[in-house]
DNA sequence: ATATAATCGAGACGGTACGTCAAGTCTTCTT
DNA sequence: AAGAAGACTTGACGTACCGTCTCGATTATAT
């Protein structure tokens, strides 16, 4: 969780307040689902918080930065649960996703910062490294778990097996983020059903 | 393409400049290239409209009509064309939403109003028309034409079908706009290629 | 009663309305009343006498001149009564002009456009011609009726007989406008009956 | 000098900056001179401060209590100069508050913000105190001066005493007023020699 | 214990943009 | 030509946040 200075050099003078992140960050969620992506203020983030503005500013360049930590952890709690077969795993995990994303706080902040991102590089690469890359990782097991229970043969070419990684990611995230936000349908265990039949129909065909 | 409002019961009075319009959505665009969309200001569209603020608020409600109003149109080159079978149709089409996609006043500004419509329906509703239905339309076109060549079965429950073209929709659109925005990756012709390879197969083994 | 263009040249077209012209006036005063000089607006006067904006434009030139021409008329009630002496006689003009003066219109406008009349020269001569020589005429008449009935030496040098009416003029004019509106206070029989005593015992000694 | 939010309670945080005052009110005076009252705008009062708008309008509530703070600077140099007569010092000051009244910031702004504060009674409270008490003042001084000099007799009823300075406040200041606003005429020792003879030859025949 | 130094809450600061309002002009159709 | 209607340009309004700064007051480590 990036800050804006690693406040380390020496350590003289009176340390930063662990409480004040935390309550900053929850203060954030509570103002996202509030009062949405554009109009949360950082004023107001601080008022919430009980924290000065400047506090918060020591600690974070702005908005962006705020809400893209403020959001990350709520991706922690996405985890690849076993339930024996690689259809089932695949459901389980894309409805887990899709739960998180569903929250008002995800459903306002998620798009705007990546949207704000197209034109500030820095901040891409902290949502990836903050919530993109924790959600690939999860691909990956799937595959390694699959390959073990011989559901997929063990990759051969490396590079093949990682592009397909990055086509099945962006295929299972764009498509639940599109029907959650542009479509603005649920994705519901039947859904889930049908999407995960044709991935994994598509997995299949594809390996011939 | 709808206004702040409908300007036209009875025709008396100075009718609005059809000219002021397309200047307005111009300058609109030139100023996304150039700033984005979260610094664009709709001041500084006015002026670079050679337009009063007032008239640009006279005709749209804010700052985020105005951008779908003006990203709209970029959507309507997109057509189906007739490439002979219907993964060539389907590389086709989803080349050229890339390629709209992956202009600066786009990649900029759809996720922005798609992020700001998930607190207002009104916003939801008015991409849905301007811009997403233009795109869905497509499938179900390119599902038509397939079934008349032949590739594809006629489809004979019409809930199962609506259900299949939405879910494609989603995924297809999906996929292309996460793999832009998110994962940063150019959607190039392999990539197409294996996302359409993907596709088919999904479909064609779920059709059993 | 200058208006902005004498509408005469030829008489070619439609007649400018004559009843517009009462309904622009009565509208002005109607607003300084509900609004006060600083809140009234051309255009709400315009829709109060169920007028355009442009009829009323075509007419004065601004805020100012309408406002002078509006409150004008209002002075024309103003004459000496014939009281029987001098001193009653401007007890009963004074405690009229006081009474006008008194009224919501008056009160908030004519010190307003006094005030822009010091940047205003053609503004200070409409004032000047439309409102202040209608009551500089009292002060004349009443020294040539209290000269007449012989409560005041016929006025021997010209030049000193102008000056002197014009400095009770500003005394009078002044002191009540003062009393009105800056003190604060009513303008009453008590007040007047001492005012006049001053005014009169300061003109006999002044005459030795 | 009263503002908008006395700022005082506690001394939390940044103090206000004491420079800012005095140059807002410099260049509240420098625009009237250049603008007038009725083209003066707060935006380039603050430019011309070297001060954010949100300065100004942290510390006053407008355009009227600005002004008035800003004239009423100018009254602070009255003063009864002992002249030897009560004639004399009754010219002198006569001719002090003709002085003021006739500079371009006063001209143009007191009579506006009277016109103002027939509607505004905060504001006419604030004139009052910052303004018109500190002349009425003089009046009082003068009598009492006077009295000691032996050319009045000692007020008897206090009542009456408090009535006459009134008056005699109402006539000097309005009719200086109304001379340099309304006749437009300068206020110059011919007139205030002429003026002082009625005032005084007024008085000396009311206390009999 | 006593500097030294970075933190804290509070709130003023210079800016920028907001969205609205009124002024005064212009364009259309109607009388 | 004058009229009603209403769109037009212009420019000020007063507000909201931005991100920085200046205070006095804590709260640590380093002398």
Request: glycine share 6%.
């Given at each position: 969780m990036q800050r804006r200075?690693?406040?380390?050099?020496?350590?003289?003078g009176r340390p930063r307040s662990a409480a004040a992140d935390e309550a900053i960050l929850d203060a954030?969620?509570?103002?996202?689902?509030?009062?949405?992506?554009?109009?949360?203020?950082?004023?107001?983030?601080?008022?919430?918080?009980?924290?000065?503005k400047t506090t918060l500013y020591r600690r974070w360049?702005?908005?962006?930065?705020?809400?893209?930590?403020?959001?990350?952890v709520l991706f922690d709690e996405l985890e690849l649960p076993d339930k024996g077969s690689l259809a089932a795993d695949i459901e389980g995990v894309v409805l887990q996703f899709?739960?998180?994303?569903?929250?008002?706080?995800?459903?306002?902040?998620?798009?705007a910062v990546v949207a704000e991102s197209t034109r500030d590089e820095p901040l891409r690469e902290r949502i990836r490294t903050s919530i993109v890359?924790?959600?690939k990782r999860l691909v990956l097991e799937g595959r390694a778990r699959a390959e073990l229970r011989g559901e997929l043969p063990a990759?051969?070419?490396?590079?093949?097996?990682?592009?397909?990684a990055d086509l099945i990611f962006d295929v299972a995230a764009g498509a639940v983020v599109h029907r959650t936000l542009v479509s603005a349908e649920p994705v519901d265990a039947e859904w889930v059903r049908r999407f995960t039949a044709l991935l994994?129909?598509?997995?299949?065909?594809?390996s011939h």
């Amino acid at each position: 969780m990036q800050r804006r200075m690693p406040p380390s050099p020496g350590r003289l003078g009176r340390p930063r307040s662990a409480a004040a992140d935390e309550a900053i960050l929850d203060a954030t969620r509570a103002a996202l689902v509030d009062l949405g992506w554009s109009k949360l203020t950082l004023g107001d983030v601080a008022t919430r918080a009980g924290v000065a503005k400047t506090t918060l500013y020591r600690r974070w360049a702005g908005k962006n930065e705020l809400v893209v930590d403020a959001v990350a952890v709520l991706f922690d709690e996405l985890e690849l649960p076993d339930k024996g077969s690689l259809a089932a795993d695949i459901e389980g995990v894309v409805l887990q996703f899709a739960a998180i994303l569903d929250r008002p706080e995800t459903k306002t902040a998620l798009m705007a910062v990546v949207a704000e991102s197209t034109r500030d590089e820095p901040l891409r690469e902290r949502i990836r490294t903050s919530i993109v890359d924790r959600q690939k990782r999860l691909v990956l097991e799937g595959r390694a778990r699959a390959e073990l229970r011989g559901e997929l043969p063990a990759s051969s070419d490396p590079h093949t097996a990682a592009a397909t990684a990055d086509l099945i990611f962006d295929v299972a995230a764009g498509a639940v983020v599109h029907r959650t936000l542009v479509s603005a349908e649920p994705v519901d265990a039947e859904w889930v059903r049908r999407f995960t039949a044709l991935l994994l129909g598509g997995l299949a065909a594809a390996s011939h």
